[in-house]
């Protein structure tokens, strides 16, 4: 199965200020994903990201506010741009080999 | 897009109890995945299960397509088998990314 590790593990960051999310895979993969999980809640799709391509993002999420980056097959980035304390999340990357696999996750806290 | 439901919200044990969790599913899917979530955060993944039975140690879990739902089993539970366990799908039609049910939080206590 392939290791995904993430950077930052967790920030803490001021309001309206941006973070860019960095996600690696061990393999080459075709689809990436982007998740939200916000404080005592389920996850939710932000985004699909395939290499080679725009971002597809789901309703409720922009690309001004949550631009995503996914320059080769091992590697992508989630920015999240003008952050306010409602950004308060743990960001999640999930890649998929038949089945799909999620990084630790960004834990993200906004003052 | 797919609803999934999960049942119970919330559910305490004891050490050495059994649990049935259950997922409701509103489509026909084509991906169906149990994960469980640790205190840290992690998810875990369980089961990769669209349909059929699989088991792994002291987990199993049950795909009904048919009738749109999943159950996990756990038996003989730990206190490291605390945490949320979520159950997540995708429609037979629909795009690649989960659905997420908003979890079963099991705490067993020692």
């Known amino acids: 199965s392939a290791v995904i590790s993430q950077k930052p593990s967790r920030d803490i960051c001021q309001r309206g200020t941006s973070l860019t999310i960095q996600c690696q895979v061990d393999s080459q993969v075709t689809m990436m994903f982007w998740y939200r999980q916000q404080p005592g809640q389920s996850l939710t799709l932000i985004a699909t990201?395939?290499?080679?391509?725009?971002?597809?993002?789901e309703s409720g999420f922009v690309i001004d506010k949550f631009p995503i980056s996914r320059p080769n097959l091992t590697f992508s980035t989630l920015t999240v741009s003008n952050m306010s304390p409602e950004d308060s999340s743990i960001y999640l990357c999930s890649v998929e080999e038949g089945k799909q696999f999620f990084g630790p996750g960004t834990r993200l806290t906004v003052l | 897009g797919i609803q999934v439901e999960q049942s119970p919200p919330d559910l305490i044990l004891q050490e050495g109890a059994n649990s049935t969790l259950r997922c409701n599913f509103s489509?026909?899917?084509?991906?169906l995945q149990w994960f469980h979530q640790n205190p840290w955060g992690q998810l875990i993944n369980l089961f990769y299960i669209p349909s059929g039975t699989k088991q792994n140690g002291r987990l199993s879990a049950t795909t009904v397509a048919t009738e749109r739902y999943s159950l996990l089993y756990i038996s003989s539970s730990q206190t490291t088998d605390s945490g949320v366990y979520f159950c997540a799908a995708i429609s037979g039609g629909g795009a690649d990314g989960l659905t997420f049910g908003k979890g079963t939080h099991l705490i067993i206590q020692p």
């Open positions: 489509d026909s899917v084509n991906n």
């Open positions: 990201a395939n290499q080679g391509s725009e971002a597809t993002y």
